[in-house]
């Protein structure tokens, strides 16, 4: 059982095009995070939310607390942005335990 | 990221030999987690510590235990290193509903 589904797990897109990852969730959570892992490299916070929308650059989450699901959109998509996108949920009666999504590997051709 | 590093970032050992791996901070964070990334099984939680001498387990500590005699080092050995523990290993810290993971170690058991 997971607590945290991703889709798609695998996305190719052109430079330039509008991508989106879904993810969805079955607990009750305090935040949802996104999260970025390239090749070969570290883990890096994208983002932290619990209601609405945020956006930095060219990124955008989303979040629908009573449909339990966020997504995250990355605008004018670039090579550089190839990497794992990973959802994590803070559960709300776990303390600071994270429950992770398995990642959705996105490859992005110049 | 500046404030938590992981040691050694890469290793190879032979099955049956004990391995100890490091995690350091210098935000004098309380919680502290041992995570292993598997294709397939996205991060999953080893243990986790809530304070020095405070530890306790997460969904897959089988075969590993950890050790937190200051607030900055949380270390995590593998007794007797199985080939099933080939894997990359992250280390993270917890603050303000936030994660901060550290580099990675490569670990590979031959």
């Known amino acids: 059982k997971n607590e945290v589904e991703q889709s798609p797990q695998n996305l190719t897109a052109q430079e330039g095009e509008f991508i989106t990852i879904n993810c969805s969730y079955s607990?009750?959570?305090?935040?949802l995070h996104w999260l970025q892992q390239h090749p070969g490299g570290g883990i890096v916070s994208l983002f932290m939310?619990?209601?609405g929308k945020k956006k930095h650059g060219r990124l955008i989450a989303t979040i629908n607390i009573q449909e339990k699901h966020s997504s995250l959109h990355i605008t004018a998509s670039h090579p550089r942005d190839s990497a794992v996108y990973i959802c994590a949920v803070t559960g709300s009666d776990t303390g600071n335990q994270f429950y992770f999504g398995t990642g959705t590997s996105l490859t992005v051709i110049p | 990221d500046a404030g938590i590093t992981q040691s050694p970032r890469h290793k190879v050992t032979e099955t049956g030999t004990p391995v100890t791996l490091r995690c350091h901070q210098t935000?004098?964070?309380?919680?502290m987690y041992w995570y292993r990334q598997d294709p397939g099984h996205g991060l999953r939680l080893i243990h986790y510590s809530y304070g020095v001498k405070d530890t306790d387990k997460g969904e897959v500590s089988d075969g590993y235990s950890v050790s937190r005699s200051k607030t900055e080092d949380f270390l995590l050995t593998l007794e007797s290193a199985t080939s099933s523990q080939t894997s990359v290993y992250f280390c993270?810290?917890?603050?303000?509903?936030?994660?901060?993971f550290g580099s990675g170690t490569r670990l590979t058991v031959v």
């Open positions: 939310l619990s209601s």
């Open positions: 607990v009750g959570i305090s935040a």
């Open positions: 935000e004098n964070h309380r919680y």
């Open positions: 993270a810290i917890s603050a303000g509903g936030g994660y901060t």
